[in-house]
Nanobody, 126 residues
Protein backbone atom coordinates (compact mmCIF):
# COMPACT_ATOMS: atom_id res chain seq x y z
CA UNK A 1 0.00 0.00 0.00
CA UNK A 2 1.21 3.49 -0.86
CA UNK A 3 -0.08 6.71 0.64
CA UNK A 4 0.28 9.93 -1.36
CA UNK A 5 -0.13 13.41 0.06
CA UNK A 6 -0.02 16.47 -2.20
CA UNK A 7 0.80 19.98 -1.08
CA UNK A 8 1.81 23.31 -2.53
CA UNK A 9 -1.37 24.38 -4.25
CA UNK A 10 -2.82 27.85 -3.88
CA UNK A 11 -3.86 31.04 -5.59
CA UNK A 12 -1.42 32.69 -7.98
CA UNK A 13 -1.60 35.35 -10.65
CA UNK A 14 -1.21 34.49 -14.30
CA UNK A 15 2.46 34.30 -15.18
CA UNK A 16 3.40 33.19 -11.70
CA UNK A 17 4.83 29.93 -10.41
CA UNK A 18 3.96 27.20 -7.95
CA UNK A 19 5.68 23.99 -6.93
CA UNK A 20 3.52 21.04 -6.00
CA UNK A 21 4.87 18.24 -3.84
CA UNK A 22 3.68 14.66 -3.54
CA UNK A 23 5.02 12.81 -0.52
CA UNK A 24 4.81 9.03 -0.71
CA UNK A 25 4.95 6.56 2.13
CA UNK A 26 4.39 2.89 2.63
CA UNK A 27 6.63 1.21 0.04
CA UNK A 28 9.96 1.57 -1.70
CA UNK A 29 9.51 4.80 -3.59
CA UNK A 30 11.93 4.16 -6.42
CA UNK A 31 9.98 1.13 -7.62
CA UNK A 32 7.07 3.28 -8.66
CA UNK A 33 6.27 5.26 -11.77
CA UNK A 34 4.62 8.53 -10.83
CA UNK A 35 2.33 10.97 -12.54
CA UNK A 36 0.46 14.22 -12.12
CA UNK A 37 -3.08 14.70 -13.35
CA UNK A 38 -5.53 17.57 -13.05
CA UNK A 39 -9.28 18.02 -13.08
CA UNK A 40 -11.05 21.29 -13.72
CA UNK A 41 -14.69 21.79 -12.71
CA UNK A 42 -17.04 19.94 -15.05
CA UNK A 43 -14.19 18.31 -16.94
CA UNK A 44 -12.50 14.94 -16.97
CA UNK A 45 -9.25 14.22 -15.21
CA UNK A 46 -6.40 14.96 -17.62
CA UNK A 47 -2.80 13.84 -17.75
CA UNK A 48 -0.22 16.52 -16.96
CA UNK A 49 3.20 14.91 -16.49
CA UNK A 50 4.83 11.58 -15.70
CA UNK A 51 8.18 10.32 -14.51
CA UNK A 52 9.62 6.82 -14.68
CA UNK A 53 10.77 4.89 -11.61
CA UNK A 54 14.42 5.88 -12.17
CA UNK A 55 13.58 9.50 -12.84
CA UNK A 56 15.46 9.37 -16.13
CA UNK A 57 12.36 9.50 -18.30
CA UNK A 58 9.70 12.19 -18.25
CA UNK A 59 6.74 13.07 -20.41
CA UNK A 60 4.41 16.05 -20.54
CA UNK A 61 1.05 16.98 -21.95
CA UNK A 62 1.40 19.40 -24.86
CA UNK A 63 -0.50 22.03 -22.90
CA UNK A 64 2.21 22.24 -20.21
CA UNK A 65 5.34 21.34 -22.14
CA UNK A 66 8.05 23.93 -21.62
CA UNK A 67 6.28 25.39 -18.58
CA UNK A 68 6.03 22.49 -16.12
CA UNK A 69 8.79 20.21 -14.85
CA UNK A 70 8.34 16.92 -13.01
CA UNK A 71 11.13 15.63 -10.80
CA UNK A 72 11.68 13.20 -7.98
CA UNK A 73 13.76 12.95 -4.82
CA UNK A 74 14.21 9.34 -3.74
CA UNK A 75 15.74 10.33 -0.41
CA UNK A 76 12.59 12.26 0.47
CA UNK A 77 10.13 9.90 -1.26
CA UNK A 78 8.73 12.96 -2.96
CA UNK A 79 7.76 13.92 -6.49
CA UNK A 80 7.54 17.56 -7.49
CA UNK A 81 5.74 19.48 -10.19
CA UNK A 82 7.30 22.86 -10.83
CA UNK A 83 4.79 25.03 -12.65
CA UNK A 84 5.95 28.23 -14.31
CA UNK A 85 4.22 30.79 -16.55
CA UNK A 86 0.88 29.72 -15.16
CA UNK A 87 -2.27 30.47 -17.12
CA UNK A 88 -5.89 30.73 -16.09
CA UNK A 89 -6.58 27.46 -17.90
CA UNK A 90 -4.19 25.68 -15.53
CA UNK A 91 -6.75 26.15 -12.76
CA UNK A 92 -7.74 22.71 -11.48
CA UNK A 93 -7.37 20.23 -8.68
CA UNK A 94 -4.02 18.51 -9.16
CA UNK A 95 -3.55 14.88 -8.21
CA UNK A 96 -0.45 12.77 -8.01
CA UNK A 97 -0.56 9.06 -8.72
CA UNK A 98 1.71 6.04 -8.38
CA UNK A 99 1.93 2.56 -9.80
CA UNK A 100 4.44 -0.21 -9.18
CA UNK A 101 6.56 -0.65 -12.29
CA UNK A 102 9.13 -3.30 -13.18
CA UNK A 103 10.31 -1.37 -16.22
CA UNK A 104 11.61 2.17 -16.48
CA UNK A 105 8.80 3.73 -18.44
CA UNK A 106 6.47 6.70 -18.14
CA UNK A 107 2.76 6.03 -17.78
CA UNK A 108 0.25 8.57 -19.02
CA UNK A 109 -3.08 6.76 -18.67
CA UNK A 110 -4.94 7.43 -15.45
CA UNK A 111 -6.56 4.01 -15.23
CA UNK A 112 -3.13 2.35 -15.04
CA UNK A 113 -2.32 4.02 -11.73
CA UNK A 114 -3.16 2.21 -8.51
CA UNK A 115 -2.63 4.91 -5.90
CA UNK A 116 -3.88 8.48 -5.80
CA UNK A 117 -3.50 11.46 -3.51
CA UNK A 118 -6.36 13.57 -2.26
CA UNK A 119 -5.59 16.46 -4.60
CA UNK A 120 -4.49 20.05 -4.15
CA UNK A 121 -6.26 23.08 -5.60
CA UNK A 122 -4.41 25.38 -7.98
CA UNK A 123 -6.17 28.60 -8.93
CA UNK A 124 -4.65 31.00 -11.43
CA UNK A 125 -6.20 34.44 -11.62
CA UNK A 126 -6.07 36.34 -14.89
Amino acid sequence: QVQLVESGGGLVQAGGSLRLSCAASGRTFNRYAMGWFRQAPGKERDFVAAISRSGRNTYYADSVKGRFTISGDDAKNTVYLQMNSLKAEDTAVYYCAAVSSFVDIVIITSNTYDYWGQGTQVTVSS
